[in-house]
T-cell receptor, first 115, second 114 residues
């Protein structure tokens, strides 16, 4: 069973630039969610995708956007990067069947530094 | 809104000591409750969970009981090991619907020395 994999592991960008982070879901999982974990804080929910459509979103501005592909892999895009976007970005996959969600399985994250 | 509060760390213990990490939640309904662990350089791993009042989650010697009357889900372990050193996160999730986010506490760092 292949776990959740994220790429890249580390990334340095300049304020104002755009970034794309990638996530491959665990085999058999059809739902992916993204979390932002600032240093010393707990993860905060950005959004979730189920069958290629966004079906839940946290308190993040529209410059945070995402995609889910037919193979259930996912991308997180952040435009107009700000210094406060520096964080660990975590992807998690699960198997959602109707109203029921299985536990989330997290990847190791992408560490984004904005200078 | 819903929130999770857990005791601030760091918690420093000697091997074989008893561990308690306090966690309380606020919610409008009856959330599921979780403990996740994060080892250095890794993502979060589910440690245990409970989905209704009085349920006890347990795994790897860790336990937590869902207490509705005190809105708590404290993590305990009778005898910690050096390998338990990590950051522990308490989390809640309202209901079980697709698209429902996990709400995390700020995390508690545990350091166990031999």
């Amino acid at each position: 069973e292949t776990g959740v994999t994220q790429s890249p592991t580390h990334l340095i960008k300049t304020r104002g630039q755009q970034v794309t982070l990638r996530c491959s879901s665990q085999s058999g999982h059809n739902t992916v969610s993204w979390y932002q974990q600032a240093l010393g804080q707990g993860p905060q929910f950005i959004f979730q995708y189920y069958r290629e459509e966004e079906n839940g979103r946290g308190n993040f501005p529209p410059r945070f956007s995402g995609l889910q592909f037919p193979n259930y892999s996912s991308e997180l895009n952040v435009n107009a990067l700000e210094l406060d976007d520096s964080a660990l970005y975590l992807c998690a996959s699960s198997l959602a069947a109707g109203r029921d969600n299985s536990p989330l399985h997290f990847g190791n994250g992408t560490r984004l530094t904005v200078t | 809104g819903d929130s999770v509060t857990q005791m601030e760390g760091p918690v420093t213990l000697s091997e074989e000591a008893f561990l308690t990490i306090n966690c309380t939640y606020t919610a409008t309904g009856y959330p599921s409750l979780f403990w996740y662990v994060q080892y250095p350089g890794e993502g979060l791993q589910l440690l245990l969970k409970a989905t209704k009042a009085d349920d006890k989650g347990s795994n790897k010697g860790f336990e937590a009981t869902y207490r509705k009357e005190t809105t708590s889900f404290h993590l305990e372990k009778g005898s910690v090991q050096v390998s338990d050193s990590a950051v522990y996160f308490c989390a809640s999730r309202e209901g079980n619907q697709a698209g429902t986010a996990l709400i995390f506490g700020k995390g508690t760092t545990l350091s166990v020395s031999s």
